[in-house]
């Protein structure tokens, strides 16, 4: 099949605490990996991206994991911010461009 | 300057009209698609071109159709609209297919009464 899966479907994290949202896919074959944010009535934008001869990517506050094997990769961001409060979609392009479900992220100030 | 454009960004109308969608980018990529994201905020993929090709056709009804003139530009039509078409659809682009980030446009948010 072409699941995508995210969990969780929502969090709640105090601001400065850390959040980690997984991406679970099914195509073995997979090897672009991205995540993107989305705000309240904007477009999805590109925050990070791993490919498949790398286990992570850090840039400043956001990393991305990634588990080939498990075929699961992982945002982490630190230190979050009210402004980090979005829509964040993993995506499978391999799997005919399936994007998960989405996780909701609130910070509370 | 901005990369993927949408017009319009709002389109209201009524069940049964027939509507089109544009959609360009200035990127010189060479892949573009289209998304629609229901209520839920589910984005699901509609079609994909790839150099003026289709190359991805998921399971919409034959009400939508899209047209290619040129690498830089997919429009979307949609004849007899329904309820259920009520959504934002988005227009993307990436160069390479598969393995490149996707550039969105702003949405166009359709609402049919």
């Known amino acids: ?109 | 300057d901005t990369a993927v454009s949408q017009t319009p960004k709002y389109l209201v109308t009524q069940m049964g009209n027939d509507k089109s969608i544009k959609c360009e980018q200035n990127l010189g990529h060479d892949t573009m698609y289209w998304y629609k994201q229901d209520s839920k905020k589910f984005l699901k993929i509609m079609f994909s071109y790839n150099n003026k090709e289709l190359i991805i056709n998921e399971t919409v009804p034959n009400r939508f159709s899209p047209k290619s003139p040129d690498k830089a530009h997919l429009n979307l039509h949609i004849n007899s609209l329904e309820l259920g078409d009520s959504a934002v659809y988005f227009c993307a682009s990436s160069q390479g297919h598969q393995d490149q980030p996707q550039h969105f446009g702003d949405g166009t948010r359709l609402s049919i009464l």
């Open chain 1, 1 to 109: 099949g072409e699941n995508v899966e995210q969990h969780p479907s929502t969090l709640s994290v105090q601001e400065g605490d850390s959040a980690v949202i997984k991406c679970t896919y099914s195509d073995s074959a997979s090897n672009y990996f991205p995540w993107y944010k989305q705000e309240l009535g904007k477009r999805p934008q590109l925050i990070i991206d791993i490919r498949s001869n790398v286990g992570e990517k850090k840039d400043q506050r956001i990393a991305v994991t990634l588990n080939k094997t498990a075929k699961h990769f992982s945002l982490h961001i630190t230190e979050t911010q009210p402004e980090d409060s979005a829509v964040y979609f993993c995506a499978a392009p391999r799997q005919n461009f399936v994007f998960g479900p989405g996780t909701r992220l609130s910070v509370l100030p």
